[in-house]
Every structure is written in structure tokens, then in C-alpha cells.
């Protein structure tokens, strides 16, 4: 039957393809052909050629604009058509849009000011917000903004003297009452661009240079700010990594426009931004702390921090490297005159001498050698007729004195860097884990000791001792202790330029094992949860066969101790291939001198095809990819070299800055001097920087009016040099840019000069 449906009249067919026909779905504004013509005569710049068409056509809409939203303002203004703008601007129908923050984007400084002029006699409150709808600049986006981002020195100047500001943004794990009022409102998308949008406007050189007294310190806070971003939104990470990178080069950028020491030496010497005074560059320490590595790797920063650290001893770098390293062992015998004439004569040139970083760092190396030759003396003692109390060669208590000595050296730079700072550091994490092996160790010897006396078995053999006896857990305490002990030495190997890159790898190596345990943990425990007790059934079992040859079952897989050795130890391809055979004990046969051998072979396959695919995850997969991982990290280190180790370098510097002059033990002998300064930095009396170099257990100490006329000199000297600096950055910074252009310019005009070359052979060939 026909459905009557299609039986319909051509002409409605007709109708119905009409109004199905593609219509455009996205409208837009267009010209006619009268604005198009007003749009060229605005283009070509001709004022009286506008005024007069503008003047045959009255009512003609000055504010028309094409379909991509441009009108006839916006293109005298990119046109950089000064006398056009005036004039379109004294129409009284102008409507100005977003050819303010098309100025601000071309650096139009008067053609702004003509701009702005107007806005402020037409809308002045919308002089400083955004425009709303632009299809070029977001709503967000006001004046100083854009100009900031931009970098336009001389256009951040007049709008911040017209009373333009930015709001510092907030960073993301901020939960003030702003902030929840934003989150609540405003989209996630939008709130995350317009932290973006204000940290490119914030971190830009130029409007840093308007808006703080101390751009560096600046620099270095911001730049850290957009670390913690770059962690905290992965989505900008890029972005905001590129943001801290360039903020970051602005503050070496101005270091290196410094042509004098004394320059320098007042750039880093600046205390703002550190709660301690105790440095004699807290700049330079506050660069550090915030791990501005091309800062303090710079050569002017360097040429400071070589001064500092080698004071007067201007020989010691023209010495031999075989004579750099008997210094210590020849420093060993000075050691109790220093003590000695630090306690007796504080202000001797000797003494002054001997207080200068390098020396001390001499004298604390030859103290530690003599440390690590006692403590391997001792380690080294025949235990073979060793008695069941504590040792007493006599060297005990001379350990105890240098531990002593050590656990103070540590308390001290507790108290002067505070708790923060010290355990930042993992050198110090290994300091305080060593002094802690000592102590347990001097513990369980008393311990021992105290059992000799109450129990009398003292004469007992070794073989019946308790496996938890005192004196086993001191000697295992000890043998940890000492390892700990003499692997501090790679803490030295920073200074040498081809052993300290190899000590800042191995770090970053451990790092990266860090991150892979996690992996490995997780399919260990895998595998360990699976066949903790698949074998537990075949343990202790022996199977004889027909050669009368015995074989055991491997007590692998039996229990969640024995998976979990089997398994770590496969790691290192250490397990033999034995551990995944199941072994069953001979069964009676017909006879009492048959045996028949039964075999669980899915048992066994099961057992090898998880020990084998755990073999391929972790030593062929996982195994591959550390080693991998620590390629790069070792190639990272390697192409940043120098600055690498500089850095290291100079954290070395810095520590040995606060150490006194003697090394552990002779630190425990107090001086007048340093007690009087150390009770009144721990009153508050007085802050732990006013200390000089003076003798005793705080070297270093200036007095209060010192202090207060150099703070007085930095306030009037340091702002006119960041002037001077910041002078001397934007010029080099434009004969740079001018040289660029100079060159594009060139390879545009050897572009042009080929193609008519090209052009006049080709016409040739013809």
C-alpha cells in the first residue's frame, strides 16, 4: 500500500526545500559599502578627506564595525594615526572600546594620553578596569596590566601616576576570604587565568622597577611563589616555570650590570628578607634558601664569595693541590695553639687569621681526620678475647669528647640558623643520625658495663651471649656510627671541581631511587601477597632420586619473610633459579624398598611463571628505567656544570662561614667573650648576625653602632645603586633589542635582494 505521506504537490516540495537550505549560523557584523569607504579613507590617514565625508553624510554611524569587531578608532590606532585619533575622538558619539589596551599593547604613549584624556571626560571609572566585550583582551585585563605584561616602561610610569594599580594575585594555596568569595562566583578556568594573567604582569622587569625599592629581593620572592604555583596547578606549569625562569634571570641580569666590588659587596649585604642577621652575605644567603643557583654561580656573586672565604690568604690559591691536602694533616699539630690563643688572645693577627673561613674549614678537617684515624683504632680491636663488658683500650673516652664536641658544633648551628633551615639540609639529617649512633652506643657500653657489675659474667665466651646483649647492640650501633662517619668525607668532595659534580649527582641519584621505591615497593608487595605461603606446605622437605642425590626445598616462598627475601634479593639477580622448584619428599611405593617421586607441576608452574614475570617487571622494566633516570639526572648535572657546582660550592662556604675556630673537641672550651655573646643572642638582646670574628664559640661579632651607621649608609647608598642598575639594565637591554632588529632587518632585505635576483634569471631564461 502507498504511504501517504510522500503524496505531496510539487510546488510544497518546492517550499519545503527552500526553507531547508543552509542558512549561516554564526552572525556577524558587516560593513556596507559607505562604511567600507569610510573605513579606507580612515586607513590612509587623510583627516580632511574623513571630515568631509563625515560632513556630506550626516548621521552616519562613526562606531560601525566590521566582522571582526574592528571599528574606524581601532584602526587609526594601529596605524599609529596620531592626528586621526584626535580627530575621531572630538566626535561626540565616539565610543572608545578596547583602543585604550590597543595603545597600551603598541606602545602609543600619546596616542594613551589622548586615550585616556577622553575616557576620564566620558567614563572615568572605566579609565581602570577591563573592557567587557573585546575580542581581543579578556575582561580582566585593565591598562596596567596589559602594560606590565608587556614590559612598556614609560606607559607603566603614566598610568601609575594617573592611579592605575594591580592587585598582588594570590597564590593558589591561598584560602583567604577573597579567594572563597572568587572560587564560589567564578569558574575555575577564570580564576586560574587571571592568576596567571596578574603573576606576567606582576614578574615583569619593568613594572618590578615601579612598584619596589629592591627588585632582587623581589625577584627572588616571586620567584619562588611561582615554584609553589607551578607544583600546585599542573595545568600552568609550563607557564609558570617560564614566568620563575625569567624572573629569575632579571635578578642575575642586574647583578651583572655591577662594575665594582664595593657594588656588589652592597648587594649582598642587604639584610631585608631574612629573619637572621648571622651572615656576612644575607643576600647571598637568602639566594640560597631560595635556590637561585644562576645568582650565586654568577662571577660578580663568586668574586665576593672567594674574597670572604680566603680573606687575606691570598697565597693559598697559588699553592700546589699535593700542598693544599697536607695543609690539614700539618694543621693537626697547630691545633691546641689555636685553641689556646683563641681563649687567651682573641684579637692576635694569628688568631684573626686562623678565624677566616678557609682556616677554619683547615682546622675542622684536621680535627675530623683525627676523629675518623680514633674511631677506626677502635673498630679495629681484636674481639677474639674481647670479655663481656665494654671496651677499655682508652680511647672511649676520647671519642666520647670529640662526639661531644660534634653534637654542639651541631646545637649551635641549630640555634643560629633555627630548625628550618638546618634540616633543610640532608648533611645535617646525617649528622644528627651519626651523633644519635654514638650516643646509643656510649648507652648500651654503660648498659654493659652496669650488667658486668650487677651480673658478674663477665668471662662468659661470646658463644653464649644473648643475641640482644648490650654489648652486641653497641658494637652493631658503632659499626653503623663509624661507616656514617668516614662517608662524610663526601661532604669535601664538593670543593674539587671533578669530584663535587660526582657528590651533587649521587644526591639527585638518591632522589630519583626515592621516587622509583615506591614503584618497587608496591610490586613487591605484589608478588609477596600472592606467594607469601605457596610453598609453605614443601618446607624442610628432601627428595632423594635414583643416584641417591638429595635436594631440598628452598625455603622461599613459605612465609612473608621469606618472599620478601627472595624477592629483594632477585632484584640484584641474587635469588638462585632454584627458589620457584617444588619439592616433595619421597613416597612409600609397593615395596618397602621402593619410593615413588610425586611432582605438583601446575604448583611449580604457577611458582616460575610469577617468579619469572617479577624477574621481567623489576631487573629488565623497572631496573632499566633507573638506570635511565639517573643518566639524565647525571647529563642535567653535567650540562650545567659550573653552575652545579658553584652552588654546592658556595653551600659549603656558607657553612664553614659560622663555624668557629676550632674544631671538636677544643670547641667545648669556652671563652669569656663567647659566653657573654652567646647568652645575650639567646636573651634577644642582641640578634645572632652583630657577631664578629672574635675568638670563642661565636666568632663573629659587630658592635650595635657599627651596625646601626652601616644600615644608615645602606639605606641612601643601596637605592641609588638598584637606580644606577636598573638604568644600565634597560639600556643594554634596548641596544640589545636594536641590534635584533637590525639583523631581521638585514636578513629581510638578503630575502628580498634573492628573490629579485631569482626573478631577473628567471626572466633571463625566458
Known sequence: ????????????????????????????????????????????????????????????????????????????????????????????????????????????????????????????????????????????????????????????????????????????????????????????????????????????????????????????????????????????????????????????????????????????????????????????????????????????????????????????????????????????????????????????????????????????????????????????????????????????????????????????????????????????????????????????????????IKNDQVDLERKYWHHLDPLLIAEGTFAIAVIMAFLKLLFFCKLNYYLGPLQISLGKMCVDMAKYFTIFSIIILSFSAGLCRFYQYYDGMVQIDENQMKTQQVSSFVDIFSTLKTLFWAILCMTPLESADVIIENLPGDTPASTIINKHSFTEAIGYICFALFEVLIVIMIVNMLIATMSSTFQRVLDNLDVEWTFGKTDFYIEYMLHTITPSPFNLIPTPAGVIRFIEMMNGTRTAGDIDKQGGCCQISLSTKKNSIDKQVNEIEYPALVSLLVQRYFREKDEAHQAATEIDLLRQEIHELKVLLNDIIAKKED
Open 1 to 452: 500500500m502507498e504511504d501517504k505521506n510522500f503524496n505531496v504537490p510539487y510546488n510544497r516540495l518546492s517550499e519545503i526545500d527552500s526553507s531547508l537550505r543552509a542558512r549561516p549560523s554564526i552572525l556577524l557584523p558587516h560593513l556596507q559599502e559607505s562604511e567600507k569607504k569610510f573605513f579606507e579613507l580612515v586607513a590612509s590617514g587623510d583627516v580632511l578627506a574623513v571630515k568631509h565625508y563625515l560632513d556630506s553624510n550626516s548621521g552616519f554611524n562613526i562606531n560601525c564595525v566590521n566582522f571582526q569587531g574592528v571599528s574606524a578608532l581601532l584602526i587609526a590606532v594601529k596605524n599609529h594615526l596620531e592626528s586621526m585619533v584626535e580627530y575621531l575622538l572630538a566626535q561626540p558619539q565616539i565610543d572608545i572600546g578596547d583602543c585604550i589596551l590597543h595603545a597600551v599593547k603598541d606602545n602609543q604613549r600619546r596616542i594613551l594620553e589622548a586615550l585616556l584624556q577622553k575616557m576620564s571626560e566620558t567614563a572615568p571609572s572605566l579609565e581602570f578596569v577591563g573592557v567587557t566585550h573585546s575580542s581581543d583582551f579578556p575582561d580582566y585585563v585593565t591598562p596596567l596590566i596589559l602594560a606590565a605584561q608587556c614590559g612598556h616602561y614609560e606607559i607603566i610610569e603614566l598610568l601609575i601616576q594617573r592611579g592605575h594599580t594591580i592587585s598582588k594575585p594570590h597564590p593558589p594555596s591561598c584560602r583567604c576570604a577573597d579567594c572563597h568569595v572568587h572560587l564560589e562566583r567564578d569558574d575555575l578556568l577564570y580564576v586560574e587565568s587571571l592568576r596567571l594573567n596578574l603573576y606576567k604582569a606582576v614578574s615583569n622587569p619593568a613594572y618590578i622597577c615601579h612598584s619596589t625599592y629592591d627588585p632582587i629581593l623581589t625577584a627572588f620572592h616571586l620567584a619562588k611563589e611561582l615554584n609553589e604555583c607551578s607544583d600546585i596547578v599542573p595545568e600552568f606549569r609550563i607557564a609558570y616555570a617560564e614566568l620563575s625562569s625569567e624572573i629569575s634571570s632579571f635578578a642575575v641580569d642586574l647583578i651583572a650590570c655591577c662594575r665594582s666590588t664595593n657594588e656588589m659587596e652592597l648587594i649582598l649585604k642587604q639584610t631585608s628578607g631574612l629573619t637572621s642577621r648571622i651572615y656576612n652575605l644575607p643576600r647571598l644567603a637568602l639566594a640560597m634558601a631560595y635556590k637561585q643557583k644562576t645568582f650565586v654561580a654568577h662571577p660578580n656573586t663568586q668574586q665576593i664569595v672567594e674574597a670572604t672565604w680566603c680573606g687575606d690568604w691570598h697565597e693559598y690559591k697559588l699553592k700546589s693541590p699535593l700542598v693544599k691536602c697536607l695543609l690539614p694533616i700539618l694543621r693537626i699539630f697547630f691545633l691546641p695553639i689555636i685553641a689556646v690563643m683563641s681563649l687567651a688572645m682573641p684579637n692576635h693577627s694569628l688568631t684573626k687569621h686562623w678565624s677566616i673561613p678557609l682556616n677554619k674549614m683547615i682546622s675542622h678537617i684536621a680535627g675530623y681526620l683525627i676523629f675518623l684515624l680514633i674511631i677506626f683504632l677502635e673498630s679495629n680491636l681484636d674481639k677474639t678475647k674481647q670479655r663481656r663488658r665494654p671496651p677499655n683500650s682508652g680511647l672511649e673516652y676520647v671519642i666520647i669528647a670529640f662526639v661531644t664536641g660534634n653534637i654542639w658544633t651541631s646545637c649551635r648551628m641549630l640555634l643560629l640558623i633555627g630548625p628550618r633551615n638546618y634540616f633543610r639540609k640532608l648533611w645535617n639529617w646525617h649528622a644528627v643520625i651519626n651523633n644519635m649512633l654514638f650516643i646509643i652506643t656510649f648507652l648500651f657500653w654503660f648498659a654493659s658495663y652496669r650488667d658486668a
